[in-house]
C-alpha cells in the first residue's frame, strides 16, 4: 500500500492550497478515506474524511465550511480542498485509509501558513 501526498507548501493567512494524494497498491475505490494533520508537539488530529460513494464527509469543527473533502476514485487520488487559511492550520497534512481507524497512513506534506 501506497500513500503519496503532495501540495503543501508556504501560503499566507487568507491564502488556499489543495493538497492531494494518490494511493496505489490497493483497491482505492473500496476505502474511506481521511485527512489528518499533526503540529509540532500536538496530538494528530482528524480533519476530515469522505465515505467510498463520496456522499458521506465528516469535518473536524476547525475546519468546518473552509476545507473541503472530495475524491477521484478514476484517479485513486484523495483532495483537500483549504480555504481561508489561518496559522493555526500550520502542520504536516497526512493522508490515510480508513473513516475512524487509520492504520494506513502515508508521509505527509507540510503546509506552513504565515505571513
Known amino acids: 500500500v501506497q500513500l503519496v501526498e503532495s501540495g503543501g507548501g508556504l501560503v499566507q493567512p487568507g491564502g488556499s492550497l489543495r493538497l492531494s494524494c494518490v494511493g496505489s497498491e490497493f483497491t482505492f475505490e473500496t476505502y474511506d478515506m481521511s485527512w489528518l494533520r499533526q503540529a509540532p508537539g500536538k496530538d494528530i488530529e482528524r480533519v476530515a474524511s469522505i465515505q467510498t460513494d463520496s456522499t458521506t464527509t465528516y469535518y473536524a469543527p476547525s475546519v468546518k465550511g473552509r476545507f473541503t473533502i472530495s475524491r477521484d476514485n478514476a484517479k485513486n487520488t484523495l483532495y483537500l480542498q483549504m480555504n481561508s487559511l489561518k496559522p493555526e492550520d500550520t502542520a504536516n497534512y497526512i493522508c490515510?485509509?480508513?473513516?475512524?481507524?487509520?492504520?494506513?497512513r502515508g508521509q505527509g506534506t507540510q503546509v506552513t501558513v504565515s505571513s
Open positions: 490515510a485509509i480508513g473513516w475512524r481507524v487509520h492504520d494506513t
